[in-house]
């Protein structure tokens, strides 16, 4: 049984991973990249099997974050400046979160917490960077979607002063997290969001930990086997010409020293609330922002793969939007405790509010619940179903979808052929048989599902694109023929 809850407010510490996959910590099912900080953070805490994204992109899911909404409701739905189109035209989006939403931090300042930032926002330009969501502190928080000069120090990066030259941006940030709480002031509680910008590219880490898993490479004969095929040509016309890549096995030496220095660097942040006697007292949040890399094209590469799941970052599919989470309350939650439970990035809003014993809004998270049943074991989730609305074209090969997950029922309407393929996630979570045509009552009820929704948050839905010639067959069955 878990302990009873607190009375007073817990420190917050929520770590977003940008493009960590579900399968890249060893307590998701790693073999290859090795994690013993991280495994034992999830091993005393509770460990989300089923947790997901708000998108298969990372600027939709920080905003499904930042404000307990989803993505469509917001209004951004792909990662901000992206535009592409194929088949279908692209549709508009917000290119910053809204100043009208009462952001997390917002809120949670409100309730007497000190707020800092630190590391990637990618939610807009100068005038909508965090502190004009409600942080107190800002290190590192800018329009950039990922490090433009590199990890390694100069950054030249408009919100962090350079390091010494070779310096590496994880340490960086974890050092000035670190700095954070040791300046804190002792009579307030915190609420730090450490958004690493790892493991996004470009795919650099110390040239010690490469070499680490390079050695394990060859020990383990990866560097004979196959690691990457070839798939078909790109959906959007900016990559038109060229063939996906698809990573089928987890083996990249330097995307794999990427999490072992994310793994040690965090330890370095836990065992300072350990020395500052506040670990008892502090929430950790642990969560990724979409699935990892694991489809792209030449120049982003692709460094890991999700399996068991299909696909990943930029798809519809589990391996784009399944993300590995973790939250260790000590004294609340039960250590070892694991839950398959659905739950989604809108969740986290309410549900640090609820840990801070501050008054839920439900007017702003509106499409989040509290997961505290499940972190304290007491109770379950009153909600049917959850939704995903991507009507972009990725540059990781995805293409414009929706989708809805229902019990273990997932269906995926594809907007460019009008089609939809439902899988049963309990029987195969690999997505790998498409039951549309044998389940054509739960085809049709989870169609209108989605389609409501999809009236409810007034999602944009691409139109088709006159100036494109279709290349390639359709894919799954007419949700009106079943």
Known sequence: MCAQRRQTQPNIVLIVVDDLGWADLGCFGSTFYETPVLDAAAAEGVRFTDAYASSPVCSPTRASIMTGKYPARVGVTQFIAGHTVGHLQ?????????LSEVAL????RRGGYQTWHVGKWHLGDEYTWPEAHGFDVNVAGCGWGMPNEGFFSPYGMPTLDDGPDG???????TDEAIDLVCRRDRERPFFLHLAHYAVHIPIEAPADLVEKYEVKRRTLGLDAAEEIVEGERFGCRHLRNERMLRRIVQGDAAYAAMIDNLDSSTGR???????EGIDDDTVVVFTSDNGGLATSNRFEGVPTSNRPFNEGKGWMYEGGTRVSQFIRWPGVTAAGSVTDVPVTSTDIYPTLLDAAGLAAMPSQHVDGVSLLPLITGVGDLEREAIFWHYPHYANQGGRPAASVRCG??????????GTVELFDLRADRAEAHDRAADEPRRVRDLHQRLTAWRHEVEALV?????????????????????
């Open 462 to 482: 691409p139109k088709r694109n006159p100036n494109w010639q279709p290349d390639r067959p359709g894919r799954g069955v007419d949700p009106a023929h079943v």
């Open 269 to 275: 942040f836990l065992d300072v609330l350990r020395a």
């Open 90 to 98: 692209d549709v508009p989006y917000h290119h910053a979160l809204p």
């Open 167 to 173: 310096e590496y941006l994880t340490d960086r940030l």
């Open 105 to 108: 931090p917002k809120a949670l």
């Open 408 to 417: 273990d029922w997932k269906l995926i309407e594809h907007f460019e052929e």
